[in-house]
């Protein structure tokens, strides 16, 4: 029996993000829609990605490992560049990866126009083919979730070959919504699943946004089968979009 397609509508909507809308498709927010953004909004938008990588760097410092200071980074997801311009400052070498070309051409141009000569940008795919070193840190940040969950398990997985022994990987999933509080955070059965609107600002001319939540049961398991003996999470609740951001490291050599 031959294997399924998976599904890959998601990969051709977020090229179309790319192409019409980049920096709003990463940050949901009206001051970053391209007919409005101004110089200060840019700034402000490449600020938060500053501030996020000081909140992981001082997460890991505190759960994970207090001396650690990675050598080889990766931003899986990288969008058009807001995680990697601070991850660029402390490491020695940042990979971004991403599946819409036009994201990563944005990329560039700011790595460039920051003047980054330590990045590299490859193009990504389920089995993260074009990735051919391992890294002492993986992160990504509100990717997975625009991601069906059969095809998120796999690329996890195949992100957890990706860790140096000793590396540390800080990853987000969706995993509920606050509006399945009456049933604990369990989906009705009515519930429907993948794309949602980006209320409050969505336009009829928007590409699709799906957010697909993931049973943490099987990313635990994943973990765990590749060796991971304790995590911290923080939560997260991106208007109502529930979620957890996973730290965590692979067994040192011995």
Known sequence: MSEQTPDLSTDSAWEEWGRC???????????????AITEEAKREFFETGRT???????????YVDPTFAPNAALDFGCGVGRILIPLARIAAQVVGSDVSPTMLQEARRNCDEHQLTNVSLLSSDDALSSLKQTFDLIHSFIVFQHIPRERGRTIFRNLLTRLNPGGIAAVHFSYSKSDYAPTHGIAPATASSGAAPLAPDSLATDPEMQMNPYNVNELLFLMQEAGVQRFHVEFTDHGGELGILLFFATEKSA
């Open 21 to 35: 809308d980049p920096y709003f498709a990463v940050v949901t927010d009206p001051r970053f829609r391209r007919a």
């Open 52 to 62: 996020h990588i000081e909140f992981i760097v001082r997460t890991i410092h505190r």
